[in-house]
T-cell receptor
C-alpha cells in the first residue's frame, strides 16, 4: 500500500488546549479521511474530505484536504478528556481499500 | 442494529495451531475487509472482498486465507499460526463506492505463543 506519514506519533496535553496533527503522502489521494479509535474498540469515522482545499468541521474538529492532494491535517479545539484515543488518517483513490497512517496517540490530562 | 460483529474477542493460540476469525455485518454492505493492527504500524490490509464471490489480497496476505461465505459473512483463517501473527484483527465493511461508510468491528485480540 501507499505510505502515509502521520505526525506527531503521540501527544500529551492538558484539557482545554488545542491539538493539531497532520498526514503526508508521496502519492496523491482523491479522498482523505480521519478516524478515531477509542481503547479496545475499532476506528470510527470523524471527518471525510473529498476535494482539494476543502475545509470541513465536525463540532470541535476541523480537517483540511491539502491543495496538493498529498496531505491533510486535523485540528481539535479546546480538548476534553474524552478526546483520548488514537487518531488515524486514511487516503483513498478509486477502488475499495483505504491506506492508513500509523496513528497519533492523544492523551489529555484534566 | 449490531453493525459489524467479530468473534472471538480474544484468543490465545500455540504456534502451528489453526483458527478462523469470524466477521458478520447486518448493514447489507457489499464490501468487506480484514485489517491487522500492530503497535506503531497502524492498520494494514490483509484481504478484502469487493463483493460476494470475490476476494483479493491486500498489503500483508501471507499466512492467511479468507472466505466470503455470503453477503453478510467474511472469515479470516490462520492455517498454521506464528508468533508474528500476534496482533489485533479488525473486520470492516462498506457499500460499494462509499468509502466514507467504512464501519469497523471491535476487533479480535490474538496472541500466538
Amino acid at each position: 500500500g501507499q505510505q502515509l506519514n502521520q505526525s506527531p506519533q503521540s501527544m500529551f496535553i492538558q484539557e482545554g488546549e488545542d491539538v493539531s496533527m497532520n498526514c503526508t503522502s508521496s502519492s496523491i489521494f482523491n479522498t482523505w479521511l480521519w478516524y478515531k479509535q477509542d481503547p479496545g474498540e475499532g476506528p470510527v469515522l470523524l471527518i471525510a474530505l473529498y476535494k482539494a482545499g476543502e475545509l470541513t468541521s465536525n463540532g470541535r474538529l476541523t480537517a483540511q484536504f491539502g491543495i496538493t492532494r498529498k496531505d491533510s491535517f486535523l485540528n481539535i479545539s479546546a480538548s476534553i478528556p474524552s478526546d483520548v484515543g488514537i487518531y488515524f488518517c486514511a487516503g483513498a483513490n478509486s477502488g475499495y481499500a483505504l491506506n492508513f497512517g500509523k496513528g497519533t496517540s492523544l492523551l489529555v490530562t484534566p | 442494529n449490531a453493525g459489524v460483529t467479530q468473534t472471538p474477542k480474544f484468543q490465545v493460540l500455540k504456534t502451528g495451531q489453526s483458527m478462523t476469525l469470524q466477521c458478520a455485518q447486518d448493514m447489507n454492505h457489499n464490501s468487506m475487509y480484514w485489517y491487522r493492527q500492530d503497535p506503531g504500524m497502524g492498520l494494514r490490509l490483509i484481504y478484502y472482498s469487493a463483493s460476494e464471490g470475490t476476494t483479493d489480497k491486500g498489503e500483508v496476505p501471507n499466512g492467511y486465507n479468507v472466505s466470503r461465505l455470503n453477503k453478510r459473512e467474511f472469515s479470516l483463517r490462520l492455517e498454521s499460526a506464528a508468533p508474528s501473527q500476534t496482533s489485533v484483527y479488525f473486520c470492516a465493511s462498506t457499500s460499494v463506492g462509499e468509502i466514507y461508510g467504512y464501519t469497523f468491528g471491535s476487533g479480535t485480540r490474538l496472541t500466538v505463543v
